[in-house]
């Protein structure tokens, strides 16, 4: 009876022994939980707050947190370097890290990006607009499709990782991922550009057509830019009085009109990374005081209110980020034309004119 015991026993230890080792899940390895951005210090000038922003909004429902670095280091180029900044980012516990590049007299971001099994790829993100929000959006959008896996690198700057040390033994892994080269990579979807208000100062020039007695005047116009290419803008001009003499037989009379005019109108603008150019519609609405004055001191004044029509030509230069210089042509016509005359001489017209303004836009649009 006993080595029927001992046997018994033995065979139930080993299916025990069994079961558990079965019912133990098998580790995976920690993928972190955190990207990691480093700023090279050679790197051209980028807004490296609202760029990480922007990537924590795409990457919020990979459950992943988006910090900076806190030294700046050298973006890696090859093997060696990139297998230490993976020791970096095993340390902290990050998934990977990156570092984002404008290219110098190119509208292209370089976006260096290393796993933490020292894997390094290069992705180049071209600039669509003139806004700097949808550069970081595509550096975003970019990045997450390079933690999805739904991202090719840069065939030609891809750096091979190091071999990494053998494995422990481990269960049979499951099927291969597929290679990044088998992989279809699909554009994401443009955002659409965001409203943005601007202001308009400058100094504007101005002659009727039938006449010539310019008007010099300080101009101030508030525009909201509507997507991609359309502005809508409201204004006034602010010019002194225009005084005109009028001699009779009987001595010299003065006419003075003080001109205040209300502009609102709409234009379609193409926007260049650098340049803008285009054009529109304006109305407008003059209020016009006008007084005169007598070779005997008489005095007489009189108000009214005129409207306008009119159309202009905008062109706009980049100066730095925010701020543009702009040159604008314009024509209008006085619907209807309002006209002033003293003791019958020939009226003074207040109608067609031609013009032209130098300004600064800010923030430019």
Known sequence: MLPSKRVLAFTVAFSLHALFTLQTPAAT?????????????EAATIDAH?????????????GLTVRAAADSAVVPSDARAAAAVAATLRAHDARLGFWCEMRP???????????????????LVERTGAHEAELHRAIALKLRSVLTGTATPEPAVRVPAPPPAPPPPVPPPGPAPASPATIIRAAPPAPPPPSRLFVTVGYRFSTPIDAASPRHALAIDGGLALGRLLEIDAGTELAARREQRITGAAGTDTLSIFDCPITAGARV??????????????????????????????QQSAFTAMG????????????????????RLFAEIPVPTTSYSVRGSPPVDVGTR???GLGLAFPAP
């Open 354 to 356: 031609a013009g032209l």
């Open 29 to 41: 390895p920690a993928e972190g939980t955190t990207i990691l951005f480093f700023r090279s210090p």
């Open 269 to 298: 603008v193409g926007r260049g990374p650098r340049f803008s150019f285009g054009g529109g519609l304006f109305f407008a609405l003059h209020l016009l005081w006008a007084s005169a004055t007598g070779y005997e001191g008489a």
């Open 105 to 123: 007299g190119a509208e292209v971001a370089a976006l260096t990006v290393v796993a933490r099994d020292g894997q390094l790829e290069v992705h």
């Open 308 to 327: 306008g029509a009119g159309a202009d030509l905008i062109a706009r230069a980049g100066l730095a980020r925010g701020l543009a210089a702009e040159l």
């Open 50 to 62: 609202a760029l990480l922003d922007a990537v924590a909004v795409y990457t919020r429902d990979l």
